[in-house]
C-alpha cells in the first residue's frame, strides 16, 4: 500500500487519467443500470403495486394479458385478493383544451376487489361512476388534468379524468383505470368477465379454459421485457470485461517502465510479493476511487434528468455492482503481476 | 573471517558455437575492513563477477560462500533473505525509486527489514555523505553524484555486512571521482563493511587495499 499510495500521489496525471477512465466507464454502467431498472419498472410497475402473486389468463393467450379473455362462464369462484381485470389497447383523445391523442390501456376494475381498493392516488378520487376514470401519474407530463373530458376511440360518449394513478405503468403503457362496465362496453357486451385475473393469493389452477401463472412467469412473458433486460445486462457485463482489460493494460504499460526499478529492489533482497502487492493494491485504489466517482456523478446527472425519462438507480445493487468493478480491476492487475513475478534480480546487473 | 569467498569459479553462457567463458577458475576473498577492487576492460567479466559474488546467480563449476553459506544450497526466498540482511548493491542505475523521496527510500526499508540503522545513525550517515538535506527531494530533483550518494546510504540504511558496487565512478568527474573512492574506503574501515567495487577506473587504484586485475575472465591478484 505504501508504494502504491505514494506513487499515485507522485504520478497524479497517470493515475488521474485512468481513475477518470474508470469513472466513465463506472458512469456508462450506472447510467445503463439505471435505464434498465427505469424501463423494466415502466413494465411492472402497476403489476407490482397491485402485489400480484398470480396471474389467471385464458388458456389461448400464450401468457399474454392483450391475447387474454376469460368468458363469465368459465369464471372460477374468487377469493379473498382476487381481481378481475379488463385490459383493452385504447386511444385517448382529449376533448378538454389543446387536442391531444395517446395510446393507452383501460384497465377495468371492480369497486368490491383489492386492486380498486388499494389503488394509490397521487390526486384525486377513484372512478366511483361508469363515465370516469383515472390516468396514469406520467401523463399529467403531457398536460392531463384533473377534470378534463376524453374520448376513448371508437366510443361516443366522453369520460372526466378524476383521479391520477401512481405507478399506471404496464408494459410500458400508461393505464386507464375505468370500472368494468366501461371495459366491457368497450370489449363489446357482457358475455365476457375480464381479461384475467390478478391475485395475491399463490396457488395454481389449470383448467380447459384457464391457467394460473406466478408473477414471475407473466413478467418474464410482457412483450420485450426479457429480451430488454438481457440486453441491458450484456451490455453491462460488456464494459465490466473492457474495463477490466483497461485497467490491466494501463498497469501492464506503467510496470514495464518500473521493472529496472523493480530489479533492483528484487537484487536488494526486496521479496518479489512487496512489489506484486503495490501493483495489486494500487488497482484496487484506483478502482475503489474511480468507482465512487461515477456514483457522485451519477447521482449528480439524475438530478438533471426530466421527469419524464425511465431512469430508476437502485443503490444497493449500484454498489454490488461497483464492488464487482473493484474486484475485476483488480483481476486486471493480474497481468502486470505476471511481469513483476517475471523480473530476475540479475536483471538489475543488464 | 572471509565474508565472501570464491573458489575455483567459472561461469559459462550458452551452448557450442555461442558458448562464452565468462569466468575461469576464479578465486577471491573479501574480508570486513577492506577495500577490494577489480578492474579490468568492458566485457572482461566484471558483472559476472559479481552477480555471482553477490549470490544473484549461481556459477558453472566452483564454489561460492557469502557470509559462510553456499547460495546454491539456498531457495530462492533463502537467497532474498540473504541479500536483505547481508548484502548492500549500489549499480550503475536504476537503485532509487523515483516516485519516492530520498526520505521515503529509507521508509521502504523499514517496511521490510527490522535490523536497520537507527535514526540517530541514519542522520550521522547522511550527514558525512552530505546529503542530509535532500531528505524532502525526489530523484530526479538531484544530481548524479547526490543521486549515487543517496543510493549509497540506502544500501548502507539495511546495515549489510557486505556493500558491493558495480561502476561506481561512470557518472562522475575526476573531482568526484576522489570524493568516492575516499567514501568507500571509510566504509570499509570506519564501518567495518566487506567492500567490493567492480570497475574500469585507474583513478580508483589508490583507496584499495587488494586489487585484483580481471582479463578474458581471468582474475590475477595485483598486490
Ligand atoms: N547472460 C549472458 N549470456 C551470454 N553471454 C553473456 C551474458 N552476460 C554476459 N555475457 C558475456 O560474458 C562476458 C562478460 O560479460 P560481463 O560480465 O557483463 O562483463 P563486464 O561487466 O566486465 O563488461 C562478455 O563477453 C559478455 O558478452
Ligand atoms: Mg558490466
Known sequence: MFLAIKEIKHAKVHYGLIIAMVTLIGYLI?????????LANENTAAIDAWSTKTVILSKGANVNLNQSLIKTADLPPLKAGDSLVGQSPVVISRQTGATHKQSAQLIGLRADQPIYQHLELVSGHRPQKPRQVVLAANLRTKGYRLGDRIKLAGQKQSLTVVGFAKDGMLNMTPIVYGNLQLWQAVKGGPQFAASAIFSQRTFQLDTTALKAYPRATYVNKLPGYTAQNKTFAAMIGFLMIISMIIIGVFLYILTMQKLPNYAVLR???????TLTVATVSQA?????????LSLLLTRLTMLGLP?????????????????????????GALIPVKLIQRVQPLDALR | MNLIELKQVSKVYGHGVSQVQALKEVNFAAAPGELNLVIGPSGSG????????????????GQVLINGQDPAQLTAQQRDHLRLTRLGFILQAYNLLPYLTVHQQFELVDRVKKDHLTP?????????LGIDQLQAKYPDQLSGGQNQRVAIARALYANPAIVLADEPTAALDSQRVQGVGQLFKTLAVKHHKAVVLVTHDQRLLAFADHCYQIEDGQMTQLS
Open chain 2, 46 to 61: 566484471k558483472s559476472t563477477f559479481l552477480t555471482i559474488a553477490g549470490g544473484l546467480q549461481t556459477p558453472t563449476s
Open chain 1, 267 to 273: 537484487a536488494q533482497g526486496i521479496p518479489g510479493r
Open chain 2, 120 to 128: 540517530a545513525a541514519l542522520q550521522t550517515l547522511l550527514t558525512e
Open chain 1, 307 to 331: 421527469a419524464s425519462m425511465p431512469f430508476q438507480l437502485s443503490w444497493p445493487l449500484a454498489a454490488g455492482l461497483t464492488g464487482a468493478l473493484v474486484l475485476l480491476g483488480t483481476v
Open chain 1, 284 to 292: 484496487a485504489v484506483l478502482m475503489v476511487s474511480g468507482g465512487l
Open chain 1, 30 to 38: 450506472f447510467m445503463l443500470l439505471g435505464l434498465m431498472l427505469g
